[in-house]
C-alpha cells in the first residue's frame, strides 16, 4: 500500500529550497533533489509551486527581500559615500557568514547555460541590474550633496561598485573570509572620487 504524501509547510519549503539554490545554483539543482530536501513528492511540489522555474522565482523574491532588509537601507545614510561603504560590507557579511551558503544567490544562480535557463538568466541579470541602479541613485544623490565632484560619470561609477560587489559574492563563494572582504571594500572605496 502506497503512504499518502506527506504534508509540508510551503513557507518553510521555500527556505529549504531557497538554501539548495543558493548553494548549487539553479541549473545544478534538480527537482529530485528539492524533493529530496524538502521532504515531499513531486505531485506536491508542483502543486504548491509549480515547475522548477516558478519555484526558483518565488525563491529570488524572497531572497531580493531579506538581502533588501538587510543592506539596502545603508544606502539612504546621511552621507552617499559612507552609505555605500556601509552598503558594500553589509553585502559581504550577508554573503560570508556562517548562517547561510557563502556568495550570491544572483550570482551563483546565474551560472545556468542551457536554453531551458535562459528565462531565469535574464531575470538575474535584470535583478543584477536593478541592485546596480541602486548604487546609481546613491551615487547621483552624492554629486548633487558635493559628496562628488559635478562632471563625475556617476553610470561608471555605479557600474564599478555593481562589479566590486559582485566580485564580493565570488570570493565569498570561494571561502574568503568576511574580514578580508572588508579590507578589499576599504581598498576599493579609494575609487570614490574627492570633490
Known sequence: MIGRPREFDPDVALDQALTLFWSKGYEATSMMDLVEVIG???PSLYAVFGSKEELFLKVLERYQSRLGAFAAPSLTQSSARNGLEA?????ATFQSGP???AGCLLVQGALVGSEESR?????????RESGIGMIRSCLERARQQRELPP???VDALARYFGTVSQGIS???ASGVPTRALHDTIKIAMRAWPEP
Open 40 to 42: 515531499a513528492n513531486k
Open 87 to 91: 552598503f558594500l560590507r553589509a553585502l
Open 99 to 101: 548562517a547561510t551558503p
Open 119 to 127: 528565462r531565469i538568466a535574464k531575470v538575474l541579470c535584470e535583478v
Open 151 to 153: 562632471r563625475t560619470d
Open 170 to 172: 565570488v570570493q565569498a
